[in-house]
């Protein structure tokens, strides 16, 4: 192919060279809806828990009884932990930005751009750029877990000691 040329994504390569293609497009479908999903969780609970919270100094006002005012404040906090243990905010971010990272790979590799123009096997060097993405938000996510199990840990000081016993 010549420079400034393009490849239709039907010809991208031969059968024999398209897994990293194959791998990029799964990838890049798996965390555009990954990112969707945890878009949804995160905007559903924060309605909820906005509203829950904007309804209790109301409650109270019009003296309703302290179960309700009570379970008002209970489902913010509840909402609260499941955002925090579901982590759909960060996730929601971490997975837009991958496959976002990720469209932006197969733009330039379609357009023989950026990183691929000039290069004798754009097809490895395409996987290994993918590899290289995939393998940062790897690092990123099991980051994430990790301090969420600390701060977990952190708000339980006893049960955090009595592990370190046993």
Same mark, same amino acid.
């Given at each position: ?43 559903? +609970?924060?309605? &909820? ?22 379970? +008002?404040?209970?489902?913010? &906090? ?29 733009? +330039? ?16 060097? +395409? ?40």
């Amino acid at each position: 192919m010549t420079i400034g040329t393009t490849k239709s994504e039907e010809q991208v390569d031969p059968p024999e060279r398209r897994p990293a293609w194959d791998r990029m497009e799964s990838q890049r479908r798996w965390y555009g809806g990954k990112s969707a999903f945890n878009k949804r969780w995160y905007m559903s +609970l924060k309605v &909820v828990q906005l509203i829950s919270a904007a309804l209790v100094p109301i409650m109270a006002s019009v003296h309703a009884a302290v179960w309700v005012t009570g379970g +008002l404040g209970a489902i913010v &906090v509840v909402v609260e932990g499941i955002q925090q243990l579901g982590q759909f905010a960060p996730n929601w971010i971490n997975y837009r930005s991958t496959s976002e990272a990720l469209g932006s790979e197969k733009a +330039l590799y379609l357009a023989n751009a950026g990183p691929y123009a000039d290069v004798q096997e754009p097809a490895r060097l +395409l996987a290994e750029r993918v590899e290289g993405l995939l393998s940062k938000e790897h690092t990123t996510w099991t980051s994430g877990r990790q301090q969420v199990i600390k701060a977990e840990q952190e708000q339980r000081p006893g049960q955090a000691g009595q592990r370190e016993e046993q």
